[in-house]
């Protein structure tokens, strides 16, 4: 599915149009339909760990969120080899509002969230 990018993804200014592509139930590709060479893996943090956080009433406006919304998270990860070497950004996740396809990137303040890292290797979340 296609989704307009609607508050950019930090350090990809030129991307204003995403495709997400499921690999499996954890990881998913998100591509720029704008520029070829622009993609991201990026996982489901809620298969991970606890995850919890507000939405900012800005981004809520921006993406038209409601209550009823079908609204989807996801985090962008750098994969390394072997796979739980990767590293999940927690402080930055991609929010896609399902119903009218857009989506932003929310950056949590690290004093609100002392739990989530930028860089946290997907080992530490194995049982």
Do not use: W
Not at 32 to 39: A, F, G, L, P, Q
Not at 77 to 82: G, L, N, R, S, Y
């Amino acid at each position: 599915m296609q989704y307009e990018v609607k508050s950019t993804i930090l350090g990809f200014d030129q991307v204003t149009k995403v495709e997400l592509n499921e690999i499996d139930e954890m990881f998913l590709i998100l591509k720029s339909c704008d520029d070829t060479e622009v993609s991201f893996t990026v996982v489901n943090p809620y298969l991970l760990r606890e995850y919890s956080f507000d939405v900012p009433s800005s981004i809520r406006v921006l993406l038209d969120i409601n209550e009823d919304s079908k609204v989807v998270v996801y985090n962008i990860a750098v994969i390394q080899d072997p796979l739980d070497e990767s590293c999940i950004n927690f402080l930055a996740p991609l929010i896609f509002n399902q119903d009218n396809a857009t989506m932003a990137q929310v950056v949590l303040d690290v004093k609100n969230h002392p739990g989530f890292g930028l860089a946290e290797p997907i080992r530490k979340f194995k049982s």
